[in-house]
């Protein structure tokens, strides 16, 4: 018997308008961690999301350990042991860590249909100790912020004892400390045997934990290679089928502008604690933190998407009263939130009217009639400039893949055309070619006298691209950094002032999954 | 992969193609009904019967057009029904009590339907309550005030000459007064008059693309700097004014404001949308679909009632055909 | 005041009790294939139910077809205009028809005018001299004489409440009018003390009548002015256990009402005659039909019925489980 | 950063806490009207009143208790009403007409109702027809079956001695027969019990468990590997066991089936639930506060017609103190 798991061949699957897998391929081995990159729209979660069962293949053949196995759903995938963290969050948010976790296997008492709350309370207690999580198994996981839902998901796969476990851009949330910890246990699941794919648009990831990189593009199979034998441009190449070129942008000494953006002592309960910064035209101004660190919620404070407790904030040098986004765009202040699924595109409907969402009334005649050749002429343009993989502008927005979206939202806020604009993880779940177009993007406005706030929790990105860096932790601001001063130690330094949510001194699991 | 926007030009554009299908089968199934009952009765293609099923399709389907917009954009109105009763009775006020000429209160009536339609909207956007609870209050409240407001007595026209035949009169009949097929009542050009603003303002204005955009996502509208508490009164009150639209219409072919009836209506209005292939769940509809889901309900009520099916059997093939008609728009979904 | 609550029309009424239809009418009819769509008013109560029963009967008898159908609740007026539209579309010989609102009804009619179709009208009559008979019951002296019944059950004076089913249909507007303005005219020591409505659904009718003898602890009499609200009423004595306490005064008829006024429960009630109401209202159609002049008033009367004539042979024929 | 949970073992439970606190302000609202209504009128507090609200919530009760489950999944069940009726009148053609054992057509009653839930389940989730519209045939289908079986008539249990004590007899009462106010029907245990047993089920056992995580992510559950259609399934046919429980209840406190009662007993029990603070968007809700919301109606009607306030203007406050009911519990969720 040959150490291959699974082996995926001829793998077709069209949604309406789209072919998003092609005769594909993929073989994962025991006791390896297989990467799969591609560009966005690539068709990995598609792939995956065939081996799991979510999806049902067209046509092709899929192999477990030698034989053809049916898998029809999920539950088939899972007996199979196949289990699959997916790239957008999976959990009921009313339910507790705990119950989520062992949701469809609960432990059930000696009368079958009744539940034992506390083993699955215990067993989470220990999943979560394993991980050195510090969470409460009886939370509700609508308590917790993205980045801790994400644990919980990882928490969640880990817990089936899966011989294949399929990761779908699982650190897209999460901050160094979580991240180390994740590629720890993924290192101790190899040593178990256990067959790793891991999807990842962090390129350096890939050296720091695959044995071997798969690379897709355009729904088809480009090529395996071992990760020992290649490097990251090679990848890139394979990804995009040209090199790009990544070149530091330039950042132009905007000193003497004019302050923009000014917030005063803002206070939100315990989560925002006096905020106070300004941002200049033409600045990026980057917002560096561990996650939860508080801002997001800065953001959206600034924004008028929740209400704040006590505090100003002045636009153009006046002191603006923003209890609504809509009093907020109306300031000129664009908002681009970092979950663009629920909070960034109304994902029913097409991609003329997201783009144009946020600026309809640049588009009206009498009557609020909409101008509609307006808005597809607009619409075109602007999913040409960002190159929006779409076949129509009628595609619905759900069907374009996660990248897609996120320059969709972008072009959205380009066309409000807002004097400030904040991003909140911009480049997240984006391929590297669209990374390097987003930044481009950003710097050009900048020079186009642009305000900008990027969130970001990728050190490098803040590096590269900011004028200025802010560091906060706990809701409030625990440094400020010139791109000159910066490194990544000293924003560590602020940004850590006590421990996340992994235990710093977590010692090197032992215990078997 | 078809990078970026392929070729936008040749196709139809999206949307409207996606309605064209939904129209057509919707409509296949409507075809279907009617020629089942004409091969069952001959008495049910009569051009009488016909102008019937016009007239019966009228009220309900000029709610169901403002109930369209609600749902789309994920909520519901349970209080159509007894706030067009309202709309009629405040009519009735207007006209028979308070002796204003008879446009002034045909205004009042849709204007009472626009208000109650307004605060439907003020308490779900801002009091925040689920729509489903904020018009079964404003149904139970709409109910009880016609009540009080007419003193529990129909409220009649009969003094008012002409005000049955703003809606039952032919003004293209008489027109042509010699050509039997064209003696149509109004009430028939009231309903496709009213589905034709409601599909401009649904598929031409802001407030459609609003309304669509509420429903797909509330939330990312909210943060894409809309409104949404504004557009979401509305859109309630724009179903107010159909609902306003239905009562007096109601009144005017009743000669009469009829306090005690209404509720009820909302559940075929509903019904009638969603056979109409308007998604329950918010995003998607459409007013020719809704058009075509009123027609569906009403023929089927003739015909039963044509072939003197018993009352109670009526009832029975009622429920399952609005679970088929939707079950059928569902399998065409999946299909495309 | 009148102890005999029965007026003299009625006693007119029980006398022409022979059957107009004989087999030579029957076949005549039969051999026309005759259809009379008949409207009611409703179809799920157990009186329409009974009217149907009497329609059938006398459409039997006369050898035509008929049909039936009401709306679901009395204040579906529009429903009730469809149903009558569709019936004129499906081209009838007559029309047999109780207006829920009359004054909306008559274009329908002119139109049935227009093509010569005969209308008679039941239970309630058209405000109109297009029917050319009206079968129906004078529910206010109906319910007048149940206000006389009552008072005098009571002695004369004290509390007394009532429970319609409807406040806006012409029978639980006239059934309400009648009782209470009866008692206000004569008899000045009682008083109404509380009149509500429970939609003729028998449950909210026991939680109602409940409420009501329990909020007015000297009530003396309770007055249920349907088949559902008297009920009501008796669940709500049985079940506070006061039988026998009140004066229950009831209408209609009904297995528990009948079983109610033989135990002693209920003291009596007012019947019309729900099944005469069908056939002679059908009967009529045909003489009508066959260009027989019509009386155009048929009252079809009420009774008023107690544990001593329950079983009579006047009572029995009217009464319907 | 402290970023997890804080002290999380010396807090209460989370899902506890915020029930007890659900329940004291649902509680809180029911005290203030009854001691409202205790002050206007002397006849409210006297046990035999008690007792009749007690019998008044009875049946509405577990009828809320079955759509409490139905609306944590998200969904809703406009069926009830009839499918208590339906239950009702299957009742009495088995004890009545078949003249089977009284347990038998209890049971056989109960059974009804959990077919009819589980055909709107089978509806909803094979069929993927939005549960507004299954259950909205389901009521159609169900009053037509009622009205044809029981061919239009009351179906009498009067032959069937003892059917009436089923629930207004006092088991406990005739244990202790001298004491006044023990004398307390057994349709009052009936509904405690039913609350009990549906407490159990959503708190303790496995379809609890994914009532709660099909109303708080459905996708999420199924990708969990959850058969969500048969757990849907489950939670409708439960729906209609309660139903059914309603319907032999009714049936024997009337000693009778009226096959023409029923339609709108949904809206009273759907208020009810979400008044006890169950959100109609799933995943959250409590037993405790719907039989709460289900003592907030009765009280509500109650009290007013001991005031005997015009039936009308009740109409009127109904509406108004639904949407009020349900606006305090959202400002307490806000706040908390
Ligand atoms: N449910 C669906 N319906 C229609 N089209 C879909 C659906 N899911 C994915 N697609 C399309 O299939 C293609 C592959 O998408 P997929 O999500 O697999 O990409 P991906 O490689 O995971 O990209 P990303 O890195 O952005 O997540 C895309 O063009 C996408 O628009
Ligand atoms: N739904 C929630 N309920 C309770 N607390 C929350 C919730 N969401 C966020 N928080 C808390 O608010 C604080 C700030 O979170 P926020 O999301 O603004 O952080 P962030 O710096 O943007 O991090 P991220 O990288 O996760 O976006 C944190 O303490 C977090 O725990
Ligand atoms: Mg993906
Ligand atoms: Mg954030």
Partial sequence: MSDVLVTMEGVEKTFPGVHALSQCRFELRKGEVHALVGENGAGKSTLMKVLAGVYLKDSGRILYKGKEADIHNPRAAQHLGISMIHQELNLMPHLTIAQNIFIGREPRQAVKFMLDDKAINDNTQQLLDMLHLKLDPRTKVADLTVAKQQMVEIAKALSFNAEVLIMDEPTAALTEAEIDELFRTIRRLREQGVGTVYITHRLEELFLISDRVTVMRDGQYVGTVNTADTNRDEIIRMMVGRTIYEAAPDIPENGKQDIVLEVKNLNRGRVLQNINFHLKRGEILGFAGLMGAGRTEVARAIFGADPIDTGEIYVQGKKAHIKSPNDAVEHGIGYLSEDRKRYGLTLGMDVETNVVLAAFRKFLGILGVVNYSRTRLTAEEFVKTLSIKTPSLKQKVKNLSGGNQQKLVIAKWLIADTDILIFDEPTRGIDVGAKSEIYKLLNDLAHQGKAIIMISSELPEILRMSHRIIVMCEGRITGELSSAEATQEKIMKYATERGGIVQTNGAPASAAV | ?336 | YAQEATPEATEEAMEEAAPYCTPEIQAEMAAMDIYIPVISKGFQHQFWQAVKAGAEKAAEDCGVTVTFEGPETEAMVDKQMEMLQTALDKQPDALVFAALDSKAAIPLLERAQEEGIPVIAFDSGVDSDIPLATAATNNIAAAAAAADKMAELIGGAGEVAVIAHDQTSRTGIDRVAGFTERIAEAYPDITVVDVQYGGGDHLKSTDLAKAIILAHPNLKGFFGANEGSIIGVLNAVTELGMEGDLVVIGYDSGRQQMDAIIAGIEAGAITQDPIGIGYKSVEAAVKALRGEELDPEIDTGFHWYDATNIDSEDIAPLLYE
Avoid: C, H
């Fill in chain 2, 1 to 336: 992969m078809d990078i970026s926007i392929g070729t936008p030009k040749a196709l139809p554009r999206g949307l409207l193609r996606s309605d064209a299908t939904q129209r057509l089968l919707a409509f296949a199934a409507l075809i279907v009904l009617i020629i089942v009952f004409s091969l069952a009765s001959p008495n049910f293609l009569q051009f009488n019967n016909i102008i019937g099923i016009l007239l019966a399709t009228a009220v309900n389907g000029v709610l169901a057009l403002g109930v369209t917009f609600v749902i789309i954009t994920g909520g519901i109105d349970l209080s159509i029904g007894t706030v067009m009763t309202f709309s009629a009775v405040m009519t009735g006020v207007f006209i028979t009590f308070w002796q204003l000429p008879i446009p002034i209160g045909l205004i009042g009536g849709i204007a009472t339907g626009a208000f109650a339609g307004f605060i439907n909207g003020t308490i779900i956007a801002k009091m925040k309550i689920p729509p489903f609870i904020a018009t079964l209050g404003m149904m139970y409240v709409a109910k009880g005030l016609s009540l009080v407001i007419s003193n529990l007595k129909p409220i009649y026209f009969n003094d008012t000459p002409g005000f049955r035949e703003i809606v039952m009169g032919s003004a293209l009949g008489s027109v042509f007064p010699e050509v039997e097929v064209l003696q149509i009542p109004n009430a028939v050009f009231f309903l496709f008059g009213a589905a034709l603003i409601a599909s401009f303002i649904l598929g031409r204005t802001i407030l459609g693309r609003y309304t669509f955009a509420l429903g797909s996502n509330e939330e990312a509208t909210r943060l894409s700097g809309v409104n949404v508490d504004r557009w979401k009164i509305a859109v309630y009150t724009l179903g107010g004014v159909f609902a306003g639209l239905g009562g007096v219409m109601m009144a005017s072919r009743l000669n009469s404001a009829q306090p005690a009836l209404g509720q009820g209506y909302e559940l075929d209005a509903i019904a009638a949308v969603v056979i109409g292939g308007t998604s329950l769940s918010g995003g998607e509809g459409t007013i020719m679909g809704t058009i075509i889901g009123a027609f569906v309900m009403s023929v089927l009520v003739n015909g039963l009632r044509i072939l003197s099916v018993p009352q109670e059997w009526q009832t029975v093939v009622t429920g399952a055909i609005v679970i088929l008609a939707v079950y059928l728009d569902i399998l065409r979904r999946r299909k495309s």
